[in-house]
């Protein structure tokens, strides 16, 4: 279903994941609150995957949208909805004290990380498929 929306969303998602894996087990043994940490980080992943999806259908309905002014009026839109979602998701972590404020901004941030380390993650699955050396065969 993922691919559907944009073929690199899975890899993104995929990367989002595996960031908070990697977080969560190194940063878990360093806090005395651990359930919070852990709540905060996964609701940030939670937020991040659900920050991509939007994205990605954002983007394809701008792009298949006639109007440049109209696609360029909703994509603005949904950006700031999609940061002021995520001020309200802050603001009732921190009221409610469900997790902590700072794991959640890390998982958030998540989203960045996947993004920038798409590329090397594309080119080390290349050369273990051995990819490049099809594509130089042919």
Known sequence: MLRRMNNALPGLVIGIIVYGI??????????????RYSTGLWIGIAAAIGMAINLATVIRD?????????ANRRIITKSVLRYVIV???????????????????????????SAYLQPVFYRLADRISGGSEQASES
């Open 22 to 35: 990697v977080i969560q087990f190194t940063g878990v043994w360093f806090v005395a609150d651990k359930l």
């Open 87 to 113: 001020v309200i998701l802050f603001f009732i972590l921190g009221y409610f004290k469900l997790g902590n404020l700072f794991t959640a901004f890390i998982g958030v941030f998540g989203l960045k990380v």
């Open 62 to 70: 701008s792009v298949e949208m006639e109007s440049t002014e109209g």
